[in-house]
Structures are given as C-alpha cells and as structure tokens.
C-alpha cells in the first residue's frame, strides 16, 4: 500500500515538473502570459508629439510693409525729401523693397535744385533693434545753380548705412543715418552723412 502511494506521489511530481519546464523557455514564465488560454493584453502609452517652440521676437515671415521717410529743413538752406516705400520681409533677418523719392534742395543765391528717381532697398537685421540697409538710387535731376539753369540729366546714388528700429504694435519706427558712396558730382547728398527718419506700417 505504502509502495503505491510513493509511486503515484512520484508521478504527480514528475508530470508537474513536466508542466513547470514547458511554461519557463528562455528564461520567460509564460503562465504570466498565457492563463486558462487568454492572452494578457499591453497597452501601449500614447507618444507625445514634439512641439516647436514659438517666440514673440519672431517676425512672421512674408509680411508686407507701407512706409518711406519724409523731412523738411527751413532757413538759409531749405531741403524737402519725400520718400515712400514698399517693402517685404522675408524673415526675421532681411527684408527687401523699393520705391520713389522726391528731393528739393534751396541755398540763397547759389542753388534752387529738384531731384525725382526711384530706388530699391535690401536691409538686414543682424540683431534686434539694428538694421544695416544699401539702397540704390537713379534720380532726375534740374533746376538752376549760381544763376545758371541746369538742363536735365540723371544721377546715380547709392546710400549705404544703418541705424535702430523700434517696433510698434502696427510696424516699426527707424532713425538710419546714410552715406552716398558713389559721390556724383550733381548727387544731393553730396560728402555728408544724412539722417533719415521713417515709419513703416505692417500690411
């Protein structure tokens, strides 16, 4: 009685061993996935989706701007510039455009001049608040100087410089201060730095 006992004790330890050995493969217990024949479902976490970042300081590229420049000075010497512009920015950095200008230059008794032209303009902004502009210019230019009339003729220019823009909640105001490097000898600005003030709305 005692030998039987043993020996079906001995059956029921090996077929559990059997059991045991067939559920532990490659070193993965698979009754912790597969129990009573259900597989045990994973849920996978959600993947974030990376962001970029958007600051405030960031022009929005592709942005129109209406603006120019104007000034008037009274006196022994009289000078009126009226330059409105059209310009685009391309990004952040650079911004192109181009426009007309009108100039009247007055000295008593030496010089009564009048300077019509258009001109294109590329700036960049290396850093907030600078701007570094060149701007080309061809003029028409006549009138009368120390008694003589002057005919028409045209005058090349180019003014090269730079200065500071403060932007507003509608576009930007700049204080630039230029130098016309071509020196024509009929040229309006003739060997001295010249300020321009400006606004430019954002369209």
């Known amino acids: 009685m005692m030998m039987k006992f043993c020996f079906v004790l001995l059956l029921l330890i090996v077929s559990f061993g059997k059991v045991d050995a ?13 129990r009573f024949g259900a597989k045990r479902q994973v849920v996978k976490a959600p993947v974030k989706k990376s962001v970029p970042l958007k600051t405030s300081m960031i022009r929005k590229a592709g942005k129109w701007t209406l603006g120019g ?9 009289t000078s009126v510039d009226v330059s409105p512009q059209v310009g685009y920015c391309w990004n952040e950095f650079f911004s192109a455009g181009g426009g007309v200008n009108y100039n009247y230059h007055h000295s008593s008794n030496q010089y009564d001049m009048n ?24 003029k028409g230019s006549w009138g009368k100087s120390y008694g003589k009339k002057i005919g028409f003729r045209y005058v090349p220019t180019m003014l090269v410089g730079g ?29 001295n730095w010249v300020c321009s003030v400006g606004y430019s709305f954002n369209l």
């Open 22 to 34: 067939q559920e532990n493969r490659n070193g993965f217990r698979l009754d912790t996935i597969y």
């Open 69 to 77: 420049s104007c000034g008037v000075s009274f006196g022994d010497y």
């Open 115 to 138: 300077y019509l032209g258009v001109n294109v303009f590329g700036r960049v902004n290396p850093v907030r608040y600078i701007a570094l502009q060149i701007q080309p210019e061809l």
């Open 163 to 191: 200065g500071g823009v403060i932007p507003t909640g509608t576009g930007s105001i700049s204080v630039m201060f230029y130098y016309d490097v071509i020196q024509d000898e009929c040229s309006p600005y003739g060997k």
